[in-house]
Structures are given as C-alpha cells and as structure tokens.
C-alpha cells in the first residue's frame, strides 16, 4: 500500500484542503495517510476531522494513522512515497510575535513576515534544522520519497533541502494557479479567462507573470496594464503595490500585494509615512490575521472537527495532483520551486526559482525558461541574495552570515544603518532561545 506522511497534521484547515483532496481521487483513495505533529490537541482534531471526512466520501476506505512527537517521527515516515511539509516552527507564540516585535523597536515594520526581511530570515533560521531532521529520518525510512513543501519562508527552506540533503523535493505555492484570474476578474477581464495561456517564472511570492495570451492568442498584458494604470490613480483597492509593479517593471508578480509591500525599499519607508496609506499597505497584517484565526477557532473547530457529516470538495492545490501524475505516469503542469541548474538564465544556478514544471512517473521535471527581463531579474537578484546567505548561515552556524543576510535585505537596508542591523540580529537571536542553534 502506498502512503503519504502529512507533517504538521495540526494545521487542520490545510490538511483538510490536501489530504482531503487525496481522498476524493479515485488513484489515492486507498493510499495510507499518517499524520504526525507535535501538539497532541491539535494532531487529534485533525485525526478526527480527516475520519470523518474519510467515512462520508470515502466510504471509510483509507486507513488514516497518527503519529505523535519527535519520538515516533520516524515511524511515521517509514515507507512514506510521499511526504507532505507543513510544519510552522514557533508558531505565532512566541516566535511569529518575536518577528515583529523586536525589529519595531528599532523601527523596522512588517506586514506578513514570514518570506524575506528580517521575520523571514529568522522563521528560515529556526525552521531548516527541523528539517534537516526530517531529511535525516527520510534518508533512512523512506529514501524514495518526494518532499513537497508548502511551509515558508519557501525559497529558503526548498533550497536548503534540494541543495543539502538526499531528498527529492519541490516547493509548491498556490499563489501561481490563482495569479493571472485574481488579476484578470479584479480588472473587469472576467470575459478573457477561458482558454487563456500565460508563462509565470521567477521566485516564489515574486514570480512574473510574463506572458498572457486570451484563446485567439491576443497579448493581454497591454490592455492589463493600461486598467491597472487606471484604476491605481482613480480607486484604493487592496492590491495596489502589484498594480505599480506593472507600471515600473512592466509586470505583475504572483503573491499578494501585502506580501510584496515588504519585498523591496519602495513602499514602507519611515520618512514617507504617507506612502502607507496611498498604497493601501496593511502593516502587522500576519500577527493580525493569526490573532483573528486563533480568536474565531472555536467556532471553526466545531464546524470542522465535530461535525460527523463532514463533507469535502476538491481544492486547487497542487500537492494531490503531482501525487496522481508520478503514480499514474499521466502527465500534469505545475509552477514549481525548484533549484535553477540554468533554467533562467540570469538568475545564479544555485538559487531556488520557481518556474513551470511538467510531472510524470519520473517524477517533478523542471522545463526551461531562458532569460527573464532585466528588471525581473534585478528584482528577483535583492531576494535570492537573502536566500543564499540565509541558508549559508544555518549551514555554517556563522552568525556573521546572519548580519549579511539582514544587511542585504531591501527593506531592511532601506531603513535601518548597519549598527542598528547587526544589534536586531543580536537582540532577535536571543530572544528565539531555544528555536535557534547556538551560532558562533
């Protein structure tokens, strides 16, 4: 029997969205499904809420087993063909609090942290040594496996695992399925949405849509452009930093506009307190969503985990589709992160890039991209430097290499001096304790 291992079972909604994805798929229905975390509570509702999930559209045919602490990591991985990363490190106490806390004393502001800048820096630094554990325990019970990585920071943690360990891995973001809709519905183009085909290339949460073409093959980035134009200088909307995207480089990036607000030295700037609010910037935006997440559980918990009739309806996400196509052999596209080798030309070859992929029974088959435009890749070029290093300093334990990360990140650089950096790094590292590795 094959079997997929969910890491971070805890995280219910999303295992819901994955696993009950597999259970809806006439190739993965019989599949084993073991769930592992560390949080008891937490791991028992998603058990419970997956049962029932099973039983209504499954007629109970998959075995679903769970798996709890570090302990019992190993058997729940033993054997595994697929495993399945969605782990949160610290969670939002206290280390995503931590994230955002500690740079607003020195007057660094965030929005959602959890990707590039300083909050995702330190999320990568206390992240990849657990799974360097994973990919210890994978190398030995399950040599065979494919990793797929939803946890962020992505370009990160997929590096670190594609370029330091055995494992087969790809690092999947929805943000590349929903990008060209979310952007052709916001600008009245609903009627182009059929048929369409577009080339998304880049990095994770940066990835540029570079082609966009409705079914006759018509370009449809310069009407795109000239709407988006339009509506920046005549409405606030929520996705106003993207939208400048389009009119400074020419094109617009996959990830939100929340996120992207805090991927460059344009938009949040203590000297221009007034750009906030002209780019509708939601700064805080992460620990708020978690405080609102954590406060309407309650109720969400009662529909998800103590609800017997539970029902599911299959997701967009791309984790059940790639497992169907390396079972089947029948191929399947996705957007992928996965280390460069080339496949963009302008963008170093050990960088983590994300790009269309083609899935078979051989498994995740990156295709080539060529060149990307320059100011992509410029752009691009400020966050893969964060990468890099970021990883460098979990490998080496160089605490320096930290400093270096922090000072070439955009944000960062554009607001704090170099003092003023290495004392945030210092005063960060110790205030994560114990979900860091003593660097020296």
């Not at 094959?2 to 295992?15: E, H, N, Q, R, Y």
């Not at 073409?213 to 310069?222: E, Q, V």
């Not at 780019?279 to 918990?301: G, S, T, V």
């Amino acid at each position: 029997m094959s079997k997929i291992t969910f890491m971070g079972a805890g995280s219910s909604v999303f295992a819901k969205n994955v696993l009950g994805d597999c259970m809806c798929s006439e190739v993965l229905r019989d599949f084993h499904i073991c769930l592992y975390d560390i949080d008891e509570n937490r791991l028992e509702e998603s058990y419970a809420m997956l049962m029932a999930i099973n039983n209504n559209v499954n007629g109970g045919k998959t075995r679903i087993d769970k798996f709890l602490g570090v302990e019992n990591r190993k058997e729940a991985l033993r054997g595994a063909d697929f495993v399945v990363n969605a782990i949160q490190v610290g969670l939002y106490e206290p280390c995503t609090v931590i994230d955002f806390e500690v740079p607003k004393k020195y007057g660094l502001r965030q929005t959602i942290a959890d990707t590039l800048g300083i909050g995702g820096i330190m999320r990568g630094l206390r992240t990849i040594p657990v799974l360097a554990d994973f990919a210890r325990d994978m190398e030995e019970v399950c040599p065979n496996a494919w990793f797929l990585n939803y946890t962020n920071p992505m370009s990160i943690l997929s590096g670190f695992m594609q370029r330091f360990t055995g494992v087969k891995t790809v690092g999947l973001c929805h943000s590349v399925q929903v990008c060209s809709e979310h952007l052709l519905k916001s600008l009245g183009m609903e009627d182009k949405l059929e048929g369409r085909t577009e080339l998304i290339a880049g990095i994770n949460h940066m990835g540029w849509l570079l082609k966009l073409n409705d079914k006759d093959g018509n370009d449809l980035l310069p009407e795109v452009r000239r709407r988006a134009a339009e509506k920046n200088a005549n409405e606030k909307h929520t996705d106003m930093v993207r939208f400048e995207y389009l009119k400074r480089f020419g094109y617009y990036c996959t990830e939100s506009s929340e996120h992207n607000a805090e991927y460059n030295p344009f938009f949040i700037k203590s000297r221009y307190p007034e750009l906030i609010d002209r780019f509708n910037i939601p700064l805080d935006e992460y620990p708020r969503r978690c405080i609102n997440q954590i406060a309407n559980w309650e109720k969400r918990k009662h529909e998800l985990i103590a609800n017997p009739s539970l029902d599911h309806v299959r997701s967009h996400e791309y984790a059940s589709r790639i497992m169907e196509s390396i079972t089947t052999g029948v191929p399947y596209k996705i957007g992928g992160n996965v280390i460069n080798n080339g496949l963009i030309e302008n963008l170093p070859r050990e960088a983590c890039v994300e790009v269309p992929c083609m899935v078979d029974g051989s498994g995740v088959n990156p295709t080539y991209v060529g060149r990307i435009p320059t100011q992509c890749a410029a752009m691009n070029m400020t966050h893969i430097n964060v990468h890099l290093l970021t990883i460098e300093a979990a490998v080496t334990l160089k605490r320096d290499t930290i400093y270096q990360a922090a000072m070439l990140d955009p944000h960062t650089a554009a607001e704090l001096s170099i003092d003023d950096i290495v004392a945030m790094c210092d005063d960060l590292i110790e205030a994560h304790g114990d979900y860091l590795p003593k660097y020296r």
